[in-house]
């Protein structure tokens, strides 16, 4: 059988990259509540992780350790506001966090949406979270793949950037992207591939200035050369 070329790229990525979870948000809220691990999702749209790592490390110092949508709401949205400041967009984020609050203070929420995810396909899991306030197509794919093992393959700025460089593929639209990945690589790979290929990005495959003479898969990509440019 012909391998797949997402297992080929995660292959080659691999013997660059060390991959670090610490680096993400995402993987070091695994074991938290639904509630905590969306907003560590949240915190992390449109900024890097660093930050929302930063954020996210305040809401716990002022709320709590686990962190409870009704400390949230008691503090109101002033404090709020104030203590996710290091991931940027904090009006935003802050009145989307509070109206989160307000669904997972109710009793049972959490544990229903749980159960209804669960059980759902992707797509119906997808829709039931982009229900929720300021949860968009990207962020209910990293819910839905790293807190309950769908199968489904995020894509960020970085595998946006990346994919359309490698020129198998020209497409800006979200789920073009993540459908091309999902059918080049192999269901297993689609965590640790989606991040090894944001690590890429911010250590090699920069939006400005690339390592291409650096690159691990330069022999696969038009933009670094490779396959015949």
């Not at 907003?39 to 992390?44: A, R, T």
């Not at 109710?106 to 159960?115: A, H």
């Not at 898969?217 to 050369?225: D, F």
Request: charged fraction near 30%.
């Amino acid at each position: 059988m012909t391998e797949k070329l997402g297992d080929l790229i995660l292959e080659k990525l691999r013997k660059t990259y060390k991959l670090d979870l610490s680096e993400f948000i995402a993987p070091r809220l695994r074991s938290k509540s639904l509630f905590e691990f969306i907003i560590g999702v949240m915190l992390s749209q449109n900024t890097s992780d660093k930050n929302a790592i930063r954020a996210y490390q305040r809401l716990l110092a002022r709320y709590g350790n686990p962190l409870k949508p009704v400390e949230i709401l008691k503090r109101g949205i002033g404090d709020l506001m104030d203590a996710i400041k290091p991931a940027g967009m904090y009006r935003v984020r802050a009145r989307n966090i509070y109206e989160l609050a307000k669904l997972f203070a109710e009793p049972g929420f959490e544990e229903e949406i749980k159960e209804k995810i669960e059980k759902a396909g992707v797509e119906e899991g997808r829709r039931i979270l982009m229900s929720l306030p300021g949860i968009g197509v990207k962020s209910a794919d990293v819910i839905l793949s790293q807190y309950f093992g769908k199968k489904t393959f995020p894509v960020d700025t970085h595998i946006r950037r990346i994919t359309n460089r490698l020129g198998y593929i020209k497409s800006n639209n979200y789920m073009v992207l993540s459908k091309w990945w999902m059918e080049n690589t192999s269901p297993e790979n689609y965590v640790e591939l989606h991040l090894l290929l944001i690590t890429h990005g911010r250590r090699t495959c920069r939006a400005r200035n690339p390592l291409c003479n650096k690159c691990p898969i330069r022999e696969l990509c038009r933009y670094g050369g490779g396959r015949g440019a």
